[in-house]
Structures are given as C-alpha cells and as structure tokens.
C-alpha cells in the first residue's frame, strides 16, 4: 500500500503529461485527413486574421487537411521551435527564417526535405527560395522577402534642401551634414536592440566585397577577406561622422514614440536604415495619419572604392519550414502560400515583398514597389548574416558589432568574431 | 512531545506496561508515517519532477558541447565551465550582479526602514501612502521595464522632469552611458521593490509590543534610542528574510534588465541570468548555457545554506531544524 502510492500517482502524472502532448501523436502519412499544427509570427492584425482566413480555404478546396494555428511572438520561436524538435510532437509546419539556422535545425532530423514536393511551385520564387535550401535541398520557401533600405522623411529632406535622396557614400555625408545644420537627427537608429546595428555592417561589407566573396564567406563561415576588415573601417568612418541621435546605443528600435522608427515618424529623426515592413512599424508609434505619405525609401548609397556591387541588397525573409510528419500535406499547403492568389493577397497587406513575380505586380504601396524592383534587380541578395551564420556565429558577429557601436572594438575585433565563435570560443 | 518524553526517561528505568505501550507507539507511528506519506507525496513528486530533475538534466547537459538539435553526442567534460569562468563578459556579469546585490544592501535596506518606520506613525492619509508605495510591486516587470525604457530615452520624461526642477545638470544618458546603466537599473529596481520591503518591515513592526516602548519611554528613553535599541532588534528576523530576499534576487536578476538593455551597451549591464539567455539560447548554445545555469544555481545554493546556517539559524530554529 504504502509503496504503491507515489507508483499510482507517478502514473497518474504520467497520464495527464502524455494527455497534454496527445494532440498531435497520430502518425498520419500520407494519405487520409491530416491536422496541421501551425506556428506562424503574426500575432497582430491584419496578418492574423489573413492566415487564418487562408487556412480555412485552403481546408476547403482540400478538405482532408485541417489547420490548429498557433500565432507566437517572434521572440518565443528562439525558444520554443528547439525544444519542439527535440521532443516528439513537434509543430508541422512552422515560421522558418532559413540560412544557418535552418542548418542547425536539421541536426533534429525532424525537418521535411521537400525538394521533391515543391518542385511543381518552387520555379517562379528564383533566387528567394535559395535562403531555404541547405546543401541543394530544399528544406522550407518563403512566402514574402524583406530587404532593407534607407526610410527618410521627404519634407524633412526638403527642409534641409536635400532635393534628391543620396545614391553615393559622399552624398549621404553631405546629407548627414546638411540635416545636422539645419538641426534634425539625420539618422535615427535602434542600437538598445542590436540587429539594427548590423545592417549598416552588412551594408559596408555588401559594397565592399564582391558577390563571390561573400557566397564564400557564408559558406566557410569565415570573413577572412581582407574586404571585411576594410568594411569595418569604412563603418568606423562613417560612425566617425556622428550620424545618429544622442545615447543611441540606448534607443530601442520600435518601442515607444522616443523609438528609432518612432523619432523618423514624428519628424525628429530624417533617415533610418530598416526593413521594408519600417512604415507600419512608424505608423503605430505617431498619431500623424499621413506619414505613409510623407516617407520615402532608397537603396544603401553606392561606396566609392570597393569591389562590392552596388545593386545587391541586404534581405531576408519570412517562410515555413515542415516537418516529416505530414510532409506532403504541409508542402502542398506552402506551394499554395506561394500561389498567384494568395500571394495577390500578401501584397496588398504591405508587410512584405511577394516571392513571385506575380505577387510584386499587384503591390500597391510605392515605396513598397520602388523595393521590389531593387531586389528583382539585385545581382545578389545577402541574407542577414545573423541568419545566414549558424545562429551561434551569427549572435556573436551581431553582438560584435553593437559593441563596436558602444565604442568596444574594432574592424578587427568584428572580424575575429566569425572565426572564434566557429571554433566554439565563448 | 512523546518521543521527546521518551528519549528524556533514563534508560535504565523501568518500563511500565511495555508491551501495551510499545503497540500503541508502533500502531502511531505507522500512521505517522502514512500521514506524511500522504501529505508529502504530491508536493514532493512535483518537487523531484519540476525542480531536482531539471538541475540534474541541466548539469548533463552542462558536460556536452550541444545545439539543442539532436543527440548529444560531444561531450567536452569541463570546458563549458572553463569558458564561462575565463570570459570577461561573464565575469563583468558577476560584478554587476555583486554590485546590485551590495547596492541593495546599502540603499534599499536604510530607505525601507526608515519608510516603514514613517508610515508606522500615525499620520494622514496613511494608507493612501502605503498603497502608493507598494504600488510599483504589483506591476509585472516587463510592464515596468517597458515604462522606465521609455521614460529614461534621452529628452523623455525623466530628462524633462530634472530640468523642470533644475537640475537639468545631472540629466544623463542614463541607458546609453556604460558607466551609468548600471545605477540607472538598480534605481528603477529600488522604485519596483521598495514597496516589497516597507510592507514586509511593517509587519514586522507589529510585532513590536507597544508595552516595550512604553516601558523603554518610562526609563527615559527618547524615540531615537527607543528605535534603535528596542524596534530595530526586534525587527532583526524580518531584516534577515529581506537580505535574503534581496539578495537572492539580485542574483536572479533579469527580466528587466533583459528588456530595458538587453544587457547593453558593450555588456556593461549583463547579469549572470542576461548572460545565459544570451548566450544559450540565442546562440543556440544549450550545452554551456546550461552550464552557466548550473553556476548560477551553486551559487544561489551556496549562499542560501551559508545565510540559513549562520544568519537566520535562530530566526527559523523550530521551523526548519528539529521537527520534533
């Protein structure tokens, strides 16, 4: 009796824990209905109620597949998606930002090769699916890319007299300086938050180093061309010219009116260097209805000097990747995601840039338009390299970087970086 | 009490009625022992399942170097451990949980005194004050860490505030300034916990017998001496429990911290807590995040049994040594 009891409670507890992960045990194949548990980022409307909606007409058309959708902060994917792979019920079709992340995700041996599946829908999304492939299989696909660029203020340019956005490094001196004398932030940055540091890194780098290099380093993970060090110098000159706000490596970037995004979209502030989903960002943080009107967007200025070409962007992109579980059902369900319709749909939504030509056709917003073009024309889109770097390498070059922002380090220091965070160093 | 009988009867005596005497004794202390049994199994079963077996799958972990993806298969001994100890971000981390922990001693422990001494007086509006200042408490962290984010960018309310009072001079970048960040956070700690350590103190005080002021105020004793001779030792097991308290939680220290600097700028605000998160599980380095988890946690433990033995020994003697 005595000995029995913690036994009975201990299966009792054993009941109740494998009552909780019951829900998506049943192995169903390929044939047959088939649940799938989906984990996307978009907490907030109108992206929420779009998936949703997008999920319960694909169930439609295809009845034997149905949806459990799980909407989860960007943050929690760091946390949840390891553990998820790790255990034995993981979600079947999750949020996927590709590169070498994807790379450490496949050691779980959970994520669907979908090379295969996709290959009837993979051919109109070109070189935005390359994000998602690993070793020339494909382990995910985006449904809309991102690229970053300068957001300014146009009437804060004219006042300064800035007539026309700088497409070169000098132009964006003269700009920097002209604002500062008419008494505006020129250039409003995040740095509390870290990775809106490491765009202006990945910018200089991008125009420093040719689009072989670059393939090279991200593959070797190591920026031992010479070029790197030399875009850390160029930065160095560049932050050398006093850019940004006062105590900015205090400022978060989307939080709050004294926000990076916040200080452009209530005028304090005339450029900020953000992803393509920037004027949502601002439009939340000002009570001025028509500052999607009075923003405009240009691509990082050309530098004199490097072997990097001046058309490639710095992107990346949101996907999903599948799990082995309901592979063939999930893949279908992104061949859809990357549809004329649905990505119709997506375009229209302006929180990113369609993956298909057919998709960027029917974009509405200008800037929006003005974006695509640049990335249809790029002769390379780097993913972020915070992405494109196993995730450890990745964090250690972002973390590298910030604190060269704070006046720790230098060029060489975010060089070294790569190397020793991929030699396993802390 | 029976058994403390028993053991105090010299044992050569006699034993009246052994035979009768020793069933009962068997039969109660069989049932003794299935009470607590009963009793203790559910908590103990959560506490083996949720708290032991988590420090021990931790300090396995802590051996391996391991992404979080699939078996571990590379183990590296000691290494995490090394590698945390060596580093310069880590040990910065440790000062500053020190510093915080110290500050908090320093400041905090004076100001929540003297606060409960005030609002134990009568004085109007008493309440309403105590509320005020136990308010901040009840806000979560995040949603405190969130305001203070926002009230300290550089022109925002703070600034706005000291130079409307004039003292625009010591207006600060007070996130953005390495040397200043860490003040800037145990100052919105103090604002968030104060009210944790007056209510805490003013139960304490209730304790105090009025009978003893009374008689220390005939002997002539003025409030000074009466306070400090009389109410601070007897609120001395309170005082304990808050060191405690606090200091554990300096050590704990992160939510806010997370939120409000992510540990920046240049690390110049980690916390042992900051460090793990950042650099398990946004590295995806679970194996020496683990390890530095494991770290944390020692010291944590070795400071808790050190205080329990040596500083609150006769504050819980009763409650946690000899149960019978």
């Known amino acids: ?426 | 009490m029976m058994s403390a009988a028993i053991t105090t009867r010299p044992p050569t005596a006699p034993v009246p009625h052994a035979p009768a005497a020793g069933g009962t004794r068997r039969r109660s202390r069989v049932r003794t022992r299935l009470e607590l049994a009963f009793l203790l199994t559910p908590a103990l079963l959560l506490f083996v399942g949720f708290v032991l077996v988590p420090i021990g799958v931790a300090a396995y972990y802590s051996l391996y170097s391991w992404n979080g993806f699939g078996p571990l298969t590379d183990f590296v001994g000691l290494d995490n451990y090394v590698d945390a100890f060596s580093g310069d971000v880590f040990q910065g981390a440790i000062g500053h949980n020190l510093i915080i922990a110290t500050l908090s001693i320093v400041v905090q422990l004076p100001l929540s005194i003297g606060l409960a001494l005030l609002l134990n007086r009568k004085l109007r509006g008493r309440s309403v004050l105590r509320m005020v200042v136990f308010a901040p408490y009840v806000l979560s962290e995040a949603v405190t860490a969130v305001i203070w984010l926002l009230m300290l960018q550089p022109g925002g309310f703070v600034d706005e505030i000291l130079r409307g009072v004039g003292l625009g001079g010591v207006v600060k970048l007070w996130l953005a300034d390495p040397s200043v960040v860490l003040y800037t956070l145990f100052v919105v700690i103090t604002w968030k916990y104060i009210g944790f350590g007056v209510i805490l103190l003013l139960a304490g005080l209730q304790g105090v017998p009025p009978e003893l002021r009374e008689a220390a105020a005939l002997d002539g004793a003025g409030a000074w001496q009466t306070t400090r001779h009389v109410v601070l030792p007897l609120l001395g097991p309170t005082i304990r429990i808050w060191v405690f308290l606090s200091v554990i939680g300096s050590l704990q220290l992160f939510d806010l911290v997370w939120i409000m600097t992510l540990g920046g700028p240049a690390d110049a605000s980690s916390t042992m807590a900051t460090y793990l998160f950042d650099h398990g599980f946004k590295r995806y380095e679970f194996g020496f995040g683990s390890a530095v988890a494991v770290i944390l946690f020692v010291i944590c433990f070795v400071f808790a049994l050190f205080y329990q033995r040596f500083a609150l020994r006769r504050d819980t003697a009763g409650a946690l040594t000899g149960v019978r």
Request: aromatic share 8%; charged share 20%.
């Open chain 1, 1 to 426: 009796m005595r000995s029995r009891k913690p036994l009975a409670l201990f299966a009792a507890a054993a009941m109740v824990l494998a009552g909780c992960s019951s829900g998506g045990a049943s192995d169903a194949s390929t044939e047959g209905p088939v649940t799938l548990t989906w984990w996307h980022n978009r907490t907030t409307e109108p992206m929420k109620s779009k998936w949703q909606q997008i999920a319960d007409d694909f169930h439609k058309t295809h009845p034997n597949t149905s949806f459990t959708i799980e909407p989860l902060q960007n943050e929690q994917f760091q946390t949840k998606v390891p553990l998820a792979l790790q255990g034995n019920t993981p979600p079947d079709l999750f949020q996927q930002w590709g590169g070498g992340a994807l790379a450490d995700q496949l050691k779980s041996g959970k994520i669907a090769d979908i090379t295969q599946a996709s290959s009837g829908w993979i051919g109109p999304l070109a070189k935005n699916a390359d994000g998602w492939k690993v070793g020339g299989k494909q382990y995910g696909a985006p449904y809309l890319m991102h690229a970053v660029g300068f957001w300014y203020r146009k009437d804060v340019f004219a006042g300064a007299g800035i007539t026309t956005p700088p497409t070169t490094l000098d132009e964006l001196n003269a700009a920097v300086a002209k604002l500062k004398t008419a008494g505006v932030t020129p250039i409003a940055i995040g740095g509390k938050d870290r990775w809106p540091d490491a765009f202006y890194w990945a910018y200089f780098a991008v125009r420093q180093c040719s689009v072989d290099t670059l393939k090279k380093a991200v593959e070797k993970t190591e920026l031992t061309d010479p070029c790197f060090l030399k875009a850390g110098e160029n930065l160095k000159s560049f932050l050398d010219t006093k850019p940004f706000q006062d105590g900015f490596v205090g400022t978060p970037a989307q939080q709050g009116a004294g926000s990076s995004a916040g200080l452009v979209a209530n005028g304090k502030a005339a450029m900020e260097l953000q992803g393509d989903w920037n004027p949502d960002v601002m439009q939340a943080l000002t009570e001025d209805k028509e500052i999607g009107s009075k923003i405009g967007w240009f691509p990082f200025p050309s530098v004199p000097g490097g072997q990097g070409d001046p058309s490639v962007m710095v992107g990346g992109g949101d996907g999903f990747s599948c799990t082995t579980r309901a592979a063939t059902a999930c893949a279908e369900f992104l061949g859809h995601l990357v549809g004329d319709d649905v990505q119709k749909i997506l375009a229209e939504t302006n929180s990113g840039l369609p993956v298909t030509p057919a998709g960027v056709a029917a974009l509405k917003s200008e800037p929006h338009k003005v974006i695509a073009a640049n990335m249809t024309k790029a002769s390379h889109v780097q993913l972020y390299f915070d992405t494109a770097f196993p995730t450890k390498v990745g964090q250690a070059l972002n973390d590298a970087i910030a604190n060269f922002f704070a006046g720790q380090g230098g060029p060489d220091t975010i060089v070294k970086s790569v190397s020793e965070a991929a030699a396993g160093n802390k």
